[in-house]
């Protein structure tokens, strides 16, 4: 278990890298995935121990909870910590087959009756159904922006009355001063974090293209669109945040 567990160093982007691709989710960061989120993301464990406590208070008996992009389970297997309900059953979906193979590994050593199925596979292609609970942690980010409010209304269709979606993500802001000001403070988290230069740059590159940011006015009309009667901001440090909105 400990080798299960155990956490290497991110410094995939340590040295000066000669052709700059695409950010993937593949083997290498998978190998440094808990560092990489810990070190970049900032409040992340506080949202991990959020989608806990808002697992317990809003898990159906009787019900799906699911994890859409679930990386290494780190969601998933707080939820399945904090199920109090009787016949409650997670999903964890992603599509890197890196991830999910580790994910699974994680779902493994911890031992629960509550049953988890490991989805190697698309979430858009994903049936959601009979859900209480849907979790998108850091994921919305990463699909097309056209496809964004096909993903959010499907998920409100799957969910039951009473059910809730937690969205966390980037955020991008209108005001260009405000987007500079915590652009900035974000990369002074990972220098404090032991991030160089060089690092933050390129990583920065490598994810232009792949993750593309929304305000949250548009995440607010998006779950408006999708039919959720309420929908808050919970969450906020710096550029990141945490959103809830729920099926009444």
């Not at 389970?73 to 059953?89: F, L």
């Not at 998108?136 to 096909?150: A, K, S, V, W």
Request: hydrophobic residues 40%; charged residues 20%.
């Amino acid at each position: 278990m400990s080798h299960i567990m155990s956490k290497q160093t991110d410094n995939i982007f340590a040295a000066p890298v000669n052709k700059l691709g695409d950010f993937q989710f593949d083997q290498q960061v998978a190998e440094v995935f808990p560092d990489m989120i810990k070190r970049s993301v900032p409040g992340y464990s506080n949202i991990i121990t959020a989608i806990g406590m808002l697992t317990k208070r809003f898990a159906q008996d009787d019900s799906n909870l699911y994890d859409l992009g679930c990386s290494l389970g780190a969601a998933t297997i707080e939820m399945r910590r904090n199920v109090s309900r009787s016949n409650c059953k997670i999903i964890a979906v992603d599509n890197s087959s890196a991830m999910i193979e580790r994910c699974q590994l994680h779902i493994n050593a911890f031992k629960s009756n509550t049953e988890v199925e490991v989805v190697c596979g698309d979430i858009q292609q994903i049936d959601i159904t009979n859900a209480s609970v849907v979790i998108l942690n850091f994921t919305l980010q990463f699909i097309d922006p056209q496809d964004r409010q096909t993903l959010i209304s499907n998920i409100y269709r799957g969910l039951k009355p009473g059910g809730i979606l937690l969205v966390s993500e980037k955020l991008r802001f209108e005001n260009e001063t405000a987007q500079q000001l915590l652009t900035d403070l974000h990369h002074d988290f990972k220098r404090a974090n032991g991030y160089s230069e060089l690092e933050i740059s390129q990583k920065r590159t490598a994810l232009e293209n792949v993750m593309l940011t929304d305000t949250l006015d548009i995440h607010r009309q998006r779950f408006e669109n999708a039919g959720f009667g309420t929908s808050e901001l919970w969450f906020q440090c710096f550029n990141f945040s945490s959103m809830i909105a729920i099926k009444t």
